[in-house]
C-alpha cells in the first residue's frame, strides 16, 4: 500500500475550503504547497476545493449546500480557511443556523483539537515574552472541541418576569472527559511524558468531574506519564510566565479556546499558528479518520483582500495533515522546516516583520516556502515509500 493512500488504495481525499475573510488568500498559498508535495513528492492525494460561508452564499445563495455537505462528509480531511464576515448581519434572519464550522467539528466528531505553541527562534524577535522565557518552548493544548459550554443546553437567549437574559451551559459527561483524556496521554507518551490538565474545579462541577477523570485515568492506565493539574486562572499565567515549563496541556473547548490565543501570542505571531481536528489521533485504526485541520487566527476582515494575510498558519495546518491524516512525520517535518528557512531566510509577513524591516505579501510568503521546498528537494530527494 502506498503512503497516503486509504486502505482500499486510492488516494487520501482532501478537501479545501477557504470560507471567509482572508482564508481564501491563504488556502490559495496552502493549496500551492499541497500540490507541490502532489508533483515533486509524489503524495497520491484527490484534492478538491468548495466555496464555504460568505463566497458560498454569493455563488449559490446558500452558506453550505448539500453537495458542499456531501464533499465534507466523503473527505478525509478537510483543510480549511476562517469563518467570519460583517456580511453575515445582511443575510436573512437564520440562515446561519448550524451551516458553518461547529456544525463540521460537532456532526464529523472531530473532538480531538490540537494546537501547537512552538517558540521558534527566527521569531524571538517579535514575541512579547523575553527571549530567556521563551526560550525551549514546546508545547502541545490538547482542546476537547465538540462539547462544554460551545453546545451544552439549554442556551438562549430568553425573557423572565420581563428581564431578558442569556443562558448558556457547560455540561460534560465522563466517557466525553474520558477519550479526550485518552488522547492527550497517548500523545504525552510520544513527547516528553508530562501531562497538565487544566480546571476550574475550585468552582465548577464540570471542572471536578473533569479532573476527577482525568486522574482515574492516569492512575489506572497511564501512570508512566507525570500529570499534574492546573487551574485555568494559573494556567493562563503560566503560559505566560514561564511556558517552556509545559509538554502536553488538556482542557475542555472555551478554556482551549483563550488559552490557545496565548499560547499563540507567545509564540511570536497568531498568523502563524496551525491546528489539527480529528476523531482520533491518527489515521490508520479502527475507526474511519476524519480530519479538519486550520490555522486559528480566523478571518480577519480588517486585512481581507489586501493581500498582507500570513499563510504560514495555514501551510503548517498541511502539515499537521501530512503527519495525521497521511501519516508522514518525515515529509511534515520537512515542510516545516521549510517555512522556518522562508522566515530565516528574511521572508515575513506585515504580522511577523522586523520594527523598521520591509514585509512581503502572502503571495510572495508562498513563493519563498516553495523555494525553500524546491531547494531542499534537491538536497534531499523524497524517501521512496513502498
Ligand atoms: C477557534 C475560533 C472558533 C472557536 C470560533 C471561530 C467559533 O475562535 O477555533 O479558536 O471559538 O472555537
Ligand atoms: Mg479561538
Same mark, same amino acid.
Given at each position: 500500500m502506498a503512503h497516503g493512500t486509504t486502505p482500499d488504495g486510492m488516494p487520501k481525499r482532501l478537501l479545501i475550503l477557504p470560507g471567509d475573510g482572508i482564508g481564501p488568500e491563504i488556502l490559495a498559498q496552502a493549496r500551492r504547497v499541497v500540490e507541490w508535495f502532489a508533483t515533486h513528492r509524489g503524495l497520491a492525494v484527490d484534492l478538491r476545493e468548495e466555496h464555504f460561508g460568505i463566497p458560498a452564499w454569493r455563488a449559490h *445563495?446558500?452558506?453550505?449546500r448539500d453537495e458542499t455537505w456531501a464533499e465534507i462528509e466523503a473527505a478525509d480531511a478537510i483543510l480549511f480557511g476562517a469563518i467570519g464576515s460583517?456580511?453575515?448581519?445582511?443575510?436573512?434572519?437564520?440562515? %446561519?443556523?448550524?451551516?458553518?464550522l461547529m456544525r463540521m467539528r460537532v456532526e464529523l466528531n472531530l473532538y480531538i483539537n490540537l494546537r501547537p505553541v512552538k517558540a521558534l527562534p527566527v521569531l524571538a524577535a517579535i514575541s512579547p515574552v523575553r527571549p530567556d522565557v521563551l526560550r525551549d518552548t514546546d508545547l502541545m493544548i490538547v482542546r476537547e472541541l465538540?462539547?462544554? /459550554?460551545?453546545?451544552?443546553?439549554?442556551r438562549g437567549i430568553e425573557t423572565v418576569d420581563g428581564v431578558r437574559r442569556g443562558v448558556n451551559t457547560m455540561v460534560y459527561s465522563e466517557p466525553e472527559i474520558e477519550r479526550i483524556a485518552r488522547a492527550a496521554f497517548e500523545l504525552a507518551r510520544t513527547r516528553t511524558g508530562r501531562l497538565c490538565s487544566v480546571d476550574k474545579s475550585n468552582v465548577l462541577e464540570t471542572s471536578r468531574l473533569w479532573r476527577e477523570v482525568v486522574q482515574r485515568l492516569h492512575d489506572s492506565e497511564y501512570s508512566d506519564v507525570a500529570l499534574s493539574h492546573l487551574f485555568v486562572d494559573n494556567a493562563a499565567m503560566q503560559l505566560v510566565r +514561564?511556558?517552556?515549563? =509545559?509538554d502536553v496541556m488538556l482542557m475542555e473547548n472555551l478554556f482551549g479556546d483563550i488559552l490557545s490565543d496565548v499560547g499563540a501570542a507567545v509564540a511570536g505571531s497568531i498568523g502563524m499558528q496551525p491546528s489539527a481536528s480529528m476523531?482520533?489521533?491518527? +489515521?490508520?485504526?479502527?475507526t474511519r479518520h476524519r480530519a479538519l485541520y486550520e490555522? /486559528?487566527? *480566523?478571518?480577519a476582515p480588517d486585512i481581507? *483582500?489586501?493581500? /498582507? +494575510?500570513?499563510?504560514c498558519g495555514a501551510i503548517l495546518s498541511f502539515a499537521m495533515c501530512l503527519r495525521h491524516? =497521511?501519516? %508522514?512525520p518525515d515529509e511534515a517535518a520537512f515542510l516545516e522546516n521549510a517555512v522556518t528557512r522562508a522566515i530565516e531566510a528574511g521572508a515575513r509577513t506585515p504580522d511577523i516583520a522586523l520594527p523598521n524591516r520591509p514585509a512581503i505579501s502572502t503571495v510572495e510568503m508562498g513563493n519563498a516556502i516553495l523555494r525553500e521546498l524546491d531547494a531542499m528537494a534537491a538536497e534531499k530527494p523524497a524517501a521512496v515509500h513502498a
Open positions: *445563495g446558500s452558506l453550505l460583517p456580511e453575515y448581519d445582511t443575510l436573512p434572519v437564520g440562515a %446561519r443556523e448550524g451551516q458553518g465538540t462539547g462544554g /459550554i460551545y453546545v451544552g443546553k439549554p +514561564a511556558p517552556s515549563q =509545559f476523531n482520533g489521533m491518527y +489515521a490508520g485504526g479502527d490555522p /486559528i487566527h *480566523g478571518s481581507a *483582500g489586501k493581500g /498582507i +494575510a500570513n499563510p491524516t =497521511f501519516l %508522514r
